[in-house]
């Protein structure tokens, strides 16, 4: 690692290179951060229909659970970009001390329930007893590891709130590589490992990511990214955390409605059969995979928003956020084509049981009709919560999914021949509300004169 990243101001130049440099890096590493998920199912793929839909539901009900810690993030990012933009770095670095306090009382509690709780809630779900099983156990690795993986996060969104966006991307590339390589030794016991089905992919995702915790917090605390760390002159400041607080509680249950939502979605799907929790958790994998480049460009934009409106030029966030929608709709697009004519291609990778293709092949071609929208939703959603607006984007999210996804997800299969299509469906009809609504709102523009 070098030194020192280069300087830059992106809050002046160029707003259409400023976002591609700023994004380029995010997008990298948020797919290789949700490589996690996916290279566990990679694997865990291999070892039945009950092994992925225990991760499966799992994997879900860790990212509810633990979801807060998303919002907490959220609020730290808003405001530290704030203070970098007015060129206030030890007001900075007094932030990034108090987030350390919250996120780590934060995840130690949830890691204890979780833990304690891993089967009953795996239960809830009506799924049989060896997708409870297999569930269960990966669960409660996952959340031991959550105390690691929260930091790292943390700290990843701390480098790029301050606008260095490169260093955290190679650090992703590393633990993730790192990830790839141990992954299939623990979960089929090869060489001198042991045999540990779904929960050796869960511990290899757990250290990889404790690793690069490590490195991130080495890189932050000895001056080699954007944003020098220290932990000098540290003092509980109440008012910090209460901003943080208070910023991030929207977008902390606007994360958790979203996970919660993933869990009522799959409960819906659940009656319909193990095929169908399978084929339904592969999409859920791969959706995560395909919108990353629309996130990235979402917090590229996010970052710009927030810089942008510190240093007091509240249009050219605005252009920000628009030029970011513009190139994800682009990709979006040339997905869905994609997705229309090799749904069954991309299915394999994960999967070879003919059956279990079938109807992931057939899921996810309807979700392509929902990827038109993908760039709108995601782009101007992290767009907002950037500003440090984070009530809307959560109202958007709560009513979206009760008024729009839930009664069609129970509507569709019982009232129509759709049957589990009709899940799926339901799911394309909350992307297309939440875009135009994200849309209507990010043009109305309230969110310019948002005081973090």
């Not at 566990?40 to 860790?62: E, F, P, Y």
Request: with cysteine; hydrophobic share 55%.
């Amino acid at each position: 690692m070098s030194r020192k990243t280069p300087e830059r101001d992106w809050t002046q130049g160029n707003i259409f290179k400023n976002l591609v440099s700023l994004s380029w890096p995010i997008i990298v590493s948020s797919s290789f951060n949700i490589l996690g998920p996916v290279i566990d199912m990679v694997w865990v793929g291999k070892l039945g229909a009950a092994s992925i839909a225990g991760v499966g539901i799992a994997s879900m009900t860790v990212m509810a659970i633990t979801s807060a810690r998303m919002g907490l993030a959220m609020g730290t990012r808003a405001i530290v970009a704030r203070f970098i933009g007015a060129g206030d770095r030890a007001g900075a670095n007094h932030v990034a001390q108090q987030a350390f306090v919250i996120s780590g009382t934060y995840v130690v509690v949830i890691a204890l329930l979780g833990i304690f709780f891993a089967e009953p809630i795996m239960k809830l779900f009506g799924v049989e007893a060896d997708v409870v099983s297999e569930g269960a156990a990966y669960m409660r690795i996952m959340f031991i590891g959550s105390v690691a993986m929260s930091f790292r996060m943390l700290a990843e969104g701390i480098m790029q709130a301050s606008g260095d966006t490169v260093i955290p991307m190679r650090i992703t590339i590393m633990f993730r590589v790192f990830h790839a390589i141990i992954s299939p030794f623990l979960v089929f016991g090869i060489w001198i490992f042991p045999r540990m089905g779904v929960s050796g992919a869960a511990t290899a995702n757990v250290v990889s990511q404790g690793l690069g915790a490590v490195i991130s917090y080495w890189i932050l605390f000895t001056g080699r990214s954007r944003l020098s760390l220290s932990l000098r002159n540290f003092s509980l400041d109440l008012g910090i955390i209460w901003r943080i607080v208070k910023i991030g509680i929207p977008g902390a249950i606007m994360a958790a409605e979203r996970a919660f939502g993933d869990m009522v979605l799959m409960w819906f799907m659940s009656p319909f059969g193990t095929l169908a929790v399978a084929g339904h958790s592969l999409i859920q994998r791969i959706e995560a995979v395909l919108r990353m480049p629309c996130m990235g460009l979402g917090n590229g934009s996010g970052v710009m928003v927030g810089q942008n409106l510190g240093a007091g030029k509240p249009d050219r966030a605005e252009k920000s956020g628009w030029f970011a929608v513009g190139i994800a709709q682009g990709y979006a697009m040339l997905i869905a084509l994609i997705i229309l004519l090799w749904a069954e291609n991309i299915i394999s990778v994960f999967n070879s049981d003919p059956a279990v293709m079938d109807i992931a092949g057939t899921f996810l071609r309807i979700a392509a009709a929902g990827y038109l929208f993908m760039g709108l939703y995601f782009v101007l959603q992290n767009a907002i919560n950037g500003s440090g607006d984070t009530l809307p984007p959560m109202l958007i999210t709560l009513l979206n999914f009760w008024l729009v996804q839930v009664p069609l997800a129970f509507a569709l299969p019982k009232y129509t021949s759709l049957e589990a299509n009709g899940v799926r469906w339901a799911i394309v009809a909350g992307w297309v509300a939440g875009a135009i609504a994200y849309a209507i709102y990010f043009r109305i523009g309230r969110w310019k004169k948002k005081r973090v």
